[in-house]
């Protein structure tokens, strides 16, 4: 078993001056360009146990450049709302620190940003992500400490772009069984079908479009 950071180093060799060399300390023409094609972002952040949630990693997604870039120190990411546990955000007021993977579909590049975030309610940062019939109730503003972009390697391995890997929705009960089975409940769930409209619905209302 592996306790002290001179057991671990010892099993791997020293990385390559690339590797270290790599990491930015704001956001170059590079990331830039990636953030505003990244259409989907994990978000990684850690608090304390006074609200329940020590660690946690959220999807969030949007049209690509949903997350805005106003400068090379500084992202912007619209809060959109989901099953409001708030497990994220509350951990960010209790520990600033984030990190942030970024996605494009069909690179099996990926980016890495790590930073300090803020919450913020003002009415001009809001109102950047308005439409006509959404705003959100707040924005994540980070302020960009590390940059870098990450090597192919765990996307090829695992061909997540590859239709041939890709694996059919109805190999599992849908989100809704499972939940009602997990909770002991008997009512009829929600079908897939229904479940896919419903979200549609709310997404396109929250990206001013017409259904």
């Known amino acids: 078993m592996i306790h002290t950071q ?19 300390l704001e956001l170059d023409r590079y990331c830039l360009r ?3 094609l990244s259409p989907f972002v994990v978000m990684a952040t ?29 992202l912007l990411i619209p809060d959109a709302g989901g ?19 970024f996605f ?15 919450l913020r309610d003002e009415a001009h940062y809001t109102a950047l ?5 959404f705003r959100p109730k707040l924005v994540i503003e980070v302020r960009v400490q590390e940059a870098y972009l990450h090597c192919a390697k765990a996307l090829m391995r695992s061909r ?24 002991g409940m008997t009512s009829e769930p929600e ?4 479940m896919v409209a419903r979200y549609s619905a709310l997404i396109a209302a929250e990206q001013g479009k017409k259904n």
């Open 34 to 36: 990636f953030i505003a």
């Open 191 to 194: 079908s897939q079908e229904l």
């Open 104 to 118: 494009v579909p069909g690179f099996d590049e990926t980016l890495r940003v790590n930073g300090k975030a803020q």
């Open 6 to 24: 001179e057991q671990l180093r010892q099993l791997y060799a020293a990385p390559a001056e690339r590797a270290l060399l790599k990491q930015q």
């Open 129 to 133: 992500f308005a439409t006509d019939h």
């Open 83 to 101: 099953n409001n546990r708030l497990d994220s955000l509350s951990n960010l007021i209790d520990d600033p620190r984030v990190g942030l993977l």
């Open 160 to 183: 997540l772009w590859s239709a041939e890997a890709q694996v059919s929705r109805n190999v599992m009960p849908t989100l809704n069984q499972m939940i009602q089975s997990q909770m």
């Open 46 to 74: 850690g608090g304390n146990s006074s609200n329940g949630a020590l660690l946690d990693a959220s999807p969030r997604g949007g049209k690509p450049g949903f997350v805005k870039a106003p400068d090379a120190q500084t």
